[in-house]
């Protein structure tokens, strides 16, 4: 069953501005992935956090995760017209009994960034 | 160079054929998986194989079969195409489970 689901599921904004995507997940996990998807084409990662982490960055990403809410954010400061994509979190939970983990992905967050 | 790259990007075919998916990852990674999404963006996984050895294998028709000839190749052949199997697949790898590579998709379209 699907594990993650981003909020909002489309967001449209101006260049310059914030944009804030959420994820709340349902099981435990042992780190949380987001990645961007341009239209058409394949899915690039963005940055990992792993379940004892609470904040991560890496350039104009800034991504928190709370494991008591189940839930992770991830901002991108100062948007541009180039990051219009869809945005995925996916979260790669414990490896269950006679199972393997695997990275289950959320429905996405279309983000529209107009200049 | 591709680090992971699958061929073909676009396979159109007419419904009851038998079609091949080819992937190829050069990143030395241990794990390869299929996944499918689907016409609302949503990735689902299909399959997974750590040194060709079968770890994952979702609930998909058996008409699916990956095959992984050695650890930097996973394909995916369908039997007797049907018109809901029209997607895009993914292939992806990765080393530990921590990082993942995604293909560019092949664009399956069933008339």
């Known amino acids: 069953s699907q594990q993650g689901e981003e909020d909002p599921q489309a967001l449209s904004i101006q260049e310059g501005e914030n944009a804030t995507m959420n994820c709340s997940y349902k099981?435990?996990?042992?780190?949380l992935q987001w990645y961007r998807q341009n239209s058409g084409r394949g899915l690039v990662h963005l940055i990992l956090i792993r379940s004892n982490e609470r904040e991560k960055h890496s350039g104009r990403l800034r991504v928190t995760l709370d494991t008591s809410k189940k839930s992770s954010s991830l901002l991108i400061t100062a948007s541009r017209a180039a990051d219009t994509a869809s945005y995925f979190c996916a979260t790669l939970s414990p490896r269950a009994q006679g199972g393997s983990e695997k990275l289950v992905f959320g429905k996405g967050t279309k983000l529209t960034v107009n200049p | 160079d591709t680090a992971v790259s699958q061929t073909p990007k676009y396979l159109v075919t007419q419904m009851g054929n038998d079609k091949s998916i080819k992937c190829e990852q050069n990143?030395?990674?241990?794990?390869m998986y299929w996944y499918k999404q689907d016409s609302k963006k949503f990735l689902k996984i299909m399959f997974s194989?750590?040194?060709?050895?079968?770890?994952i294998n979702e609930t998909v028709p058996n008409r699916f079969s990956p095959k992984s000839p050695d650890k930097a190749h996973l394909n995916l052949h369908i039997n007797s195409l049907e018109l809901g199997d029209s997607a895009v697949y993914f292939c992806?790898?990765?080393?530990?489970?921590?990082?993942?590579?995604f293909g560019s998709g092949t664009r399956l379209t069933v008339v």
């Open positions: 194989y750590n040194n060709k050895e079968l770890i």
């Open positions: 099981t435990s996990i042992n780190n």
């Open positions: 992806a790898s990765s080393q530990a489970r921590l990082d993942y590579t």
């Open positions: 990143l030395g990674h241990d794990t």
